[in-house]
């Protein structure tokens, strides 16, 4: 159980902290194949390929796998109710989580101020 | 190094400015798009397309990746999630440039900018969308489950999004500033004999309010200017598009509603500089009409260049 992107597929709870744990900037959206998700995973594509954050690691979880649970009941994503849930980890912590479709801007404002330029 | 002349710069990846973009590249025109999203526009944040002919439904995501690829395959270049710096539409030679500082230079352009969700402004909007506030049905309507929403709206999306939410959630109020719906009888009737469903009409919310998520609305009855609190989970907002026209306002001539005015040629007041879909003056604005649009438009195009 994927997600039609180009991005790093998780899987597991395991992967997730293993991406988290192995890299010091970590961005991962969890969602459906919808239209509130599909822009957002567009957008990491593009900034993972343009090579101006090779510091952040994208990734993506399907929000209805059972084990993307430790996104879905993270303190941080209370009160959440839009897809997708996307997350910012630094240093294995997450120092940043948003509700819904965000644009460009919002992800690089995030970006660069959470993890530099 | 002598720069490229693009014939045409499509300012727009939405199916006004992929459809002109498959015409003006079939024809063999040099062709760049830009668009400060992804492939697709409105079309990319639609669940499911019913009425695009040929497909008997298709997900708006799908459609618009075939457009897309159709596009590039007759040699468009294309360039998403790219933000335009400044627009040098005037002269013979237009020129386009985009955050990075590249600039590009084009004979003509085609702005295809498309709309978006029009929000209702209210104090709090923007910090509870995602936590209460959403713009779409069928990717929300599932954290809903049993709880007690607003639908915000009185036209035929409100009024479709508000039956389609019932699914979830065990009541459902419209609330609609006007006295009377814009949707079709059809819908109205649906909505009617949806026991599930109230509203309350000639009302605002005027403000969202709560703690993690919404918690509560303030109403605004608009011809009493009475004021009450609503207690609820959720508020979808269905109250129809504006046009993405901020960028070239005072570049081209607008009407008072921000809409980009065009001749019978698809031309706007600029010579050289055409318009497409949802952004122009019109009165209909469907995936249809988009790519009627964008197919009138390149073939005005090709032949300004061939004077």
Known sequence: MTLQTNLQHLTSEADVKKLIEENENVMICCGRMGPMCVPVYDIMEDLEKSGKYDNVKF???????????????????????????????????????????????????????EFGK | METKIYDSIIIGAGPAGLTAGIYLSRAKQ???????????????????????????????????????????????EIKTNTKIKDYNIAGEIKEICINNGDCFKAKTIILATGGKSRKIGAKGEDTFAGRGISYCATCDGDFFQDREI???????????????????????????????????????????ANPKIDY?????????????????????????????????????IFIGYVPNTEKIEGLVELNKWKEIIVNNNYETNISGVFAAGDSIVKRYRQITTAVADGTNAALNVIEYLNK
């Not at chain 1, 994503?77 to 997450?94: D, E, H, S, V």
């Not at chain 2, 309350?200 to 009475?226: P, R, W, Y």
């Open chain 2, 150 to 192: 607003i639908v915000v709206g009185g036209g035929n999306s409100a009024l479709e999004e508000a039956v389609s939410l019932t699914k979830y959630a065990s009541k459902v109020t419209i609330v609609h500033q006007f006295k009377e719906w814009q949707g079709f009888q059809r819908a109205i009737d649906e909505m009617e």
């Open chain 2, 30 to 76: 040099t062709v760049l798009i830009i668009d400060s999203g992804m492939a697709g526009g409105q079309i990319a944040l639609t669940h499911e397309v019913a009425n695009y002919p040929g497909f008997e439904s298709i997900s708006g995501y799908m459609l618009s990746m075939t457009m897309k690829k159709q596009a590039e395959k007759f040699g468009c």
């Open chain 2, 200 to 236: 309350i009409l000639e009302s605002k919310i005027i403000e969202f309010i709560g703690d993690q998520s919404l918690e509560k609305v303030i109403i605004e009855n608009q011809k009493t200017k009475e004021r009450f609190e609503k207690k609820i989970d959720g508020v979808f």
């Open chain 1, 59 to 113: 990734a993506d979880m399907l929000f209805d796998h059972p084990e993307a649970a430790i996104i879905r009941n993270a303190p941080e994503c209370r009160g959440f109710m839009g897809l997708p849930f996307t997350m910012y980890y630094k240093n294995g912590k997450i120092v940043k989580a948003t509700s819904s479709i965000q644009n460009l801007d919002q992800i690089i404002d995030i970006l660069d101020s």
